[in-house]
């Protein structure tokens, strides 16, 4: 009988980890405490029995209580010490799982009124990264996400700032909230800037909505990848312009059982997208609110969708591949990859 290999040990990247959702439960209950802040009891109750808080945002009732929750748990980031400690901690996190490549995104305006400013937030952020590249030697970079609820004029200054900071280890421009509110074409213009300054193109799409959403990141925000973009699955003629146009989805599937967008696991359409040619980048999104990191999203796809190791490991070439990583640290890793399946 065949080995079951270590996913843990399975070279990859992760391409969908947002921000405060990456926090360590423990790290968030320690930080509420210095900071004298009251955490929602639904929340403290559930990591205080090393639960996930029950959550469905399939309706905007259920989208404001998790975004309610997200919240909260950011207004415990109050000082350049709290975000490195973020940043080190996903790092650590995320080597553990076999991560060799971390884009993380970040929305700095969330963090600009107790950092200082929109400027000073982003610099300590930065300034985060590139310390824990120097001390855990993981590879990461940044990607700058707009948010769907705000004017898409800010969207415009946080393009033109992501891209003033492109040599300093921003990657990527995205659109993340609910996108049931604002249309993507509302955003054209911030893309096109991040996207002629050299940035990657990464809006969330086809999650809480159809396909519709997906083909509007296509259509009106040229995306090189979509956050999510499961939906597409609805659709054999958007797939096939995803497979063609090689357009990864950062599937994130516990993410996307745990919000109500497929009841099980194995409803995930993880499948409909591999044998149609979509590239995926498997990505744990939340971990803090949805209990699991990027291994896990790993064993889903193993567990309750039959993917063998062969597939598994190709799975994690397409995280690679989609990254912003340079050449020669892809190749790198793709090796890393080969060695792991003929071990």
Request: with cysteine; aromatic share 4%.
């Amino acid at each position: 009988m065949e080995r079951v290999r270590d996913l843990s040990e399975l070279p990859k990247a992760h391409l969908h980890l947002h921000f405060t959702g990456s926090m360590r439960p423990s790290t968030l209950l320690e930080l509420a405490d210095k900071h004298g802040v009251r955490l929602p009891d639904v929340l403290t109750g559930a990591l205080g029995r090393g639960e996930s808080p029950k959550l469905r945002a399939t309706d905007e009732r259920g989208w404001f209580r998790f975004q309610r929750l997200y919240d909260a748990a950011r207004s415990c980031l109050r000082d350049a010490d709290d975000i490195r400690r973020l940043v080190r901690e996903a790092a650590e996190e995320d080597l553990r799982d076999g991560s060799k490549w971390l884009e993380i995104q970040v929305d700095p305006t969330s963090y600009a009124p107790r950092l200082g400013g929109l400027i000073p937030a982003l610099e300590i952020i930065l300034d985060a990264v590139d310390t824990t590249v120097r001390d855990t030697g993981i590879g990461m970079r940044v990607l700058v996400a707009a948010n769907r609820m705000r004017h898409p004029l800010d969207a415009r200054t946080l393009a033109r700032l992501a891209v003033r900071y492109a040599d300093r280890g921003i990657v990527g421009f995205g659109l993340s909230n609910d996108e049931r509110r604002g249309m993507a074409r509302d955003f054209d213009r911030a893309f096109a800037i991040a996207r002629e300054g050299g940035l990657l193109s990464a809006p969330h799409g086809g999650e809480l909505t159809g396909p519709a959403s997906v083909r509007d990141c296509l259509d009106d925000l040229e995306a090189h990848r979509i956050g999510h973009g499961v939906r597409a699955a609805e659709d054999p003629r958007l797939l096939k312009r995803l497979a063609d146009r090689g357009v990864t989805c950062e599937v994130c599937p516990a993410s996307n059982v745990a919000l109500g967008v497929y009841e099980k696991p194995e409803d995930v359409p993880l499948r409909t997208l591999f044998e149609a040619g979509v590239p995926m980048a498997l990505g744990a999104d939340d971990p803090l609110l949805f209990g699991s990191r990027l291994a896990a999203q790993y064993e889903i796809a193993r567990h309750h969708h039959g993917f063998t190791d062969p597939e598994l490991a190709e799975l994690a070439r397409q995280s690679i591949r989609a990254s912003a990583a340079s050449a020669d640290t892809k190749a790198g890793l793709l090796s890393d990859v080969d060695a792991w399946l003929t071990a």
